[in-house]
């Protein structure tokens, strides 16, 4: 296949066109690859044909390159209480990456399933509501609300932003469960990933009590845990 070498092909395989939670690739590294094929030169149709995977879900795959960048680490195969990429790809049809962050945002702080995520893109597509009141809009509709607790924070150095940019989906999530370990060891259950330029943690009212309690600044103690580890091996 055009465009990628016989290791890319073997995990964009390994990849694909399988219900197991654990992949070599996430989604994202995935449509990376993928662009790299048709950018090449290699038909939708040859890439099918390759990886055993539908031409639709080629295309859906790909659209997540239109996704906000502070947004695409969010985005893996086990969905909830992460995206899964065919939530993300109907939030990548949003024009502006403004709307798309606080789509991302609500899905994970409310857990908006895949269907709740489409009526909210659509009645924007087709209104002038902002898409703030679309979201608020589907909250009506619902008959309960599960409340979770989102935090946020940027990465601040530059030197390991770089680094990060380097690491696979997968090296970037264990590092940021180390780093979130040390600073909460006591913390039972929460989710969060790690970008190049941001980390998103997620959790119930334990998560939300935790931090409220820390003596310091959690964006700022994981900023220092991330330059202590990363850069130490410079």
Known sequence: MRGVSAEELRDLILSVGTHKQERILSPIEVAELLEKATNAGTAIQEISKEILLSPTMIIRLRR??????????????????????????????????????????????????KSEVIQIVEVRRKSSKSV?????????????????????????????????????????????????????????????????NRFTLIG???LNETISKLPTDFASSINAHLESIILKHE
Request: aromatic share 6%; with cysteine; charged share 25%.
């Open 64 to 113: 997540l390159l239109k996704l906000a960048p502070e947004i695409r680490h969010i985005v893996d195969w086990k969905g909830k209480p992460k995206i899964s990429p065919s939530t993300a790809s109907e939030i990548a049809c949003l024009k502006t990456l403004k709307e798309q962050d606080f789509l991302a945002n609500a899905t994970l702080e409310h857990g908006l399933s």
């Open 132 to 196: 703030n009141e679309c979201v608020e809009e589907i909250f009506k509709m619902r008959p309960r609300m599960i409340r979770r607790y989102l935090f946020i924070g940027a990465v601040k150095s530059s030197e390991v932003q770089d680094r990060l940019s380097k690491m696979p989906q997968k090296e970037r999530n264990v590092l940021f469960n180390n780093v979130v370990t040390l600073n909460l060891p006591n913390l039972a259950s929460w989710d969060g990933s790690l970008g190049v």
């Open 204 to 206: 119930n009212e334990d």
